[in-house]
T-cell receptor, first 114, second 117 residues
Framework: GEDVEQSLFLSVREGDSSVINCTYTDSSSTYLYWYKQEPGAGLQLLTY?????DMKQDQRLTVLLNKKDKHLSLRIADTQTGDSAIYFCAEGHYSGAGSYQLTFGKGTKLSVIP | DAMVIQNPRYQVTQFGKPVTLSCSQTLNHNVMYWYQQKSSQAPKLLFH???????NEADTPDNFQSRRPNTSFCFLDIRSPGLGDAAMYLCATSRLHPRVEVYNEQFFGPGTRLTVL
């Protein structure tokens, strides 16, 4: 089945860049996503990238996709204390049931040191 | 304005006592999903509705059921909750587009945290 792996923890100093990495196995993924989850809250979509693209930039966020290696990364420039959260990588694909499904990684807990 | 609403946000139940979690949406999306997320784990898809068609994941326990009486509402029923069912339950919706290249996004509710005593 599909699998998504990401490191569990990352600690950075305020103002530095954060890079969160993710690998996936499903070659039929159409879009790849980054979600943010703050304590006790649901999932908030941060950004996404189409599987045929290799880079997408959105303000402080840069997503890099290496489709050959099935490697996805999220770079947060000028990391702030408000960026402290758990970041989930997810891949999307069409399922046999005819609908679209997401498979999530376990999440990377980002801690920002003031 | 809230688009995917889950009630209650926190639910406490007793071991073996049936419980129902509720999700509603104002987006008129044709697909609704239920995920289970345990502490420090990835959200795990339990099942989803594509319009009225129910799709159960192969490893979802029989203890978990769902109902979708109309487009806007979807319920998660846990018939006999065990201690291992304590988790955050996330509802999500999407509008499925048949063309592969068209962007699909799932919109998540805030979740219901279930405690089993």
């Amino acid at each position: 089945g599909e699998d998504v792996e990401q490191s569990l923890f990352l600690s950075v100093r305020e103002g530095d860049s954060s890079v969160i990495n993710c690998t996936y196995t499903d070659s039929s993924s159409t879009y790849l996503y980054w979600y943010k989850q703050e304590p006790g809250a649901g999932l908030q979509l941060l950004t996404y990238i189409f599987s045929n693209m290799d880079m997408k930039q959105d303000q402080r966020l840069t997503v890099l996709l290496n489709k050959k290696d099935k490697h996805l990364s999220l770079r947060i420039a000028d990391t702030q204390t408000g960026d402290s959260a758990i970041y989930f990588c997810a891949e999307g694909h069409y399922s046999g049931a005819g609908s679209y499904q997401l498979t999530f990684g376990k999440g990377t807990k980002l801690s920002v040191i003031p | 304005d809230a688009m995917v609403i889950q009630n209650p946000r926190y639910q406490v139940t007793q071991f073996g006592k049936p419980v129902t979690l509720s999700c509603s949406q104002t987006l008129n999306h044709n697909v609704m999903y239920w995920y289970q997320q345990k502490s420090s784990q990835a959200p795990k898809l339990l099942f989803h509705y594509y319009d009225k068609d129910f799709n159960n994941e192969a490893d979802t326990p029989d203890n978990f059921q769902s109902r979708r009486p109309n487009t806007s509402f979807c319920f998660l029923d846990i018939r006999s909750p065990g201690l291992g069912d304590a988790a955050m339950y996330l509802c999500a919706t999407s509008r499925l587009h048949p063309r592969v290249e068209v962007y699909n996004e799932q919109f998540f509710g805030p979740g219901t945290r279930l405690t089993v005593l």
